[in-house]
């Protein structure tokens, strides 16, 4: 799409500096206290801030790393998944979610998504499953929990371990319990424009098991418990001090804003009901609504007519996973996957963030009105 370069549309996807002004005054004293301390790499605030998290989840531990896809990736590297195992992973993701699994030496193994929800199908799990597959990663796309019982009970019965991708689910409820804790190894972005988002990049793993967390500790900082003393080959992979600083200050208000997600996304449900092209996937109860996503027949030229009018819609994501010019070599053809193929095509994600107003909520459902009658000035 032609755009020019610093177009800001009235209603963004997602407005940062709307959430900026209300926190301005805890997150210069978070700041403040890390430049004061110069305690920058692996400094108490990385440790506050993972004890805070692992307690908000639910888990025993939380280890903050570099960003949401090494998280995944030394979620991998942590179970010792490497050069010809298997990884199980959904067609429809970011595709972080399969480079983890690549960039071990490993191979994804894409699995399609379900109609109702684009998550991962559990019934289309056992059959992917071979000698070599060694994990599922099932993502909470969108904020919805996967069907992490069905999940579950398929990964004990063939012995895999569970990696949850909840790059897109910090505080989702399942049966009571939070994303993260939900598997044997949880995975956590804090890329500035999910639920909890940082002033740059951050990610983090969750787990219950001791080996993982003291593995993925030891990973994360050059393969070193003790500096000088590499036990194996790691990354510099930390959480930022000053972003951790940040995150501790945005965590006390994740649950309020993920509740004002929740009345955005009914909102939407409730004014989107009454419009016959626009096919809308509810939130379940414990969802985070990341992303509020519609399915349409005549999606792009809606696109164009929303951005044009100011509206930030986006899509999440046109491709599917075998569909990346990346995994050309996987071997895939066209039609592999056919409910993620066609959410691909069909889906656009309406503005949501914490700050949004009902008004604006409105303002976007008349434009999409407006668009779907093809009248381009609304
Ligand atoms: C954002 C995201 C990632 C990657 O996180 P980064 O912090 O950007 O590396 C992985 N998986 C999913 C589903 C995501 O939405």
């Not at 991708?165 to 956590?188: E, M, N, P, T, W």
């Not at 194996?232 to 951790?244: I, P, Y």
């Not at 990341?290 to 994501?317: E, F």
Request: hydrophobic share 45%.
């Amino acid at each position: 799409m032609s755009r020019l370069p610093n177009f800001r549309p009235a209603i963004p996807l997602v407005d940062l500096k709307a959430q900026r002004q209300a926190i301005s005054e805890e997150i210069a004293t978070a700041i403040a206290r890390v430049v004061e301390r110069c305690d920058f790499v692996l400094g108490e605030e990385v440790f506050l801030f993972e004890s805070e998290f692992a307690e908000y989840c639910g888990v025993a531990s939380a280890i903050g790393v570099a960003s949401g896809a090494d998280a995944l990736y030394l979620a991998c590297r942590a179970l010792d998944i490497g050069a010809g195992d298997e990884v199980i992973v959904p067609a429809m993701t970011f595709a972080s979610t399969a480079f983890a699994v690549s960039l071990t030496g490993a191979r994804p193994v894409i699995v399609d998504v379900r109609e109702r929800d684009a998550l991962i199908d559990p019934e289309k799990i056992e059959c992917a499953i071979t000698s070599r597959t060694k994990a599922i990663i099932p993502v909470h796309l969108y904020g919805r929990c996967a069907d992490m019982a069905a999940i579950c009970a398929i990964a004990s019965e063939h012995s895999l371990a569970v990696i949850e991708d909840a790059a897109q689910a910090h505080g989702a409820v399942y049966a009571g319990k939070r994303a993260g804790s939900l598997g044997d190894i949880g995975c956590f972005s804090f890329y500035p424009g999910k639920n909890l988002g940082a002033y740059g990049d951050g990610g983090l793993v969750t787990t219950a098991r001791r080996d993982v967390a003291e593995r993925v500790r030891i990973l994360r900082n050059c393969g070193s418990r003790t500096k000088y003393h590499h036990d194996e080959v790691g990354l510099n992979s930390r959480l930022d001090t000053l972003q951790a600083a940040i995150l501790r200050a945005k965590l006390a208000h994740l649950e309020e804003w993920n509740a004002a997600r929740r009345r955005i996304a009914a909102h939407y449900d409730e004014a989107l009901r009454a419009i016959s092209q626009v096919h809308c996937t509810p939130g379940t109860p414990g969802s985070v609504h990341h992303l509020y996503v519609i399915r349409l027949a005549r999606r792009d030229n809606v696109l164009q007519t929303l951005n044009d009018r100011g509206i930030g819609a986006g899509i999440h994501y046109p491709f599917a996973l075998h569909e990346l010019e990346a995994y050309a070599a996987l071997g895939y053809r066209a039609g592999a996957f056919p409910v993620a193929e066609n959410w691909a095509r069909r889906c656009l994600s309406l503005p949501i963030y914490p700050e949004l107003t009902a008004a604006q909520v409105d303002f976007c459902v008349a434009a999409l009105e407006a668009a779907l009658r093809g009248d381009p000035a609304g």
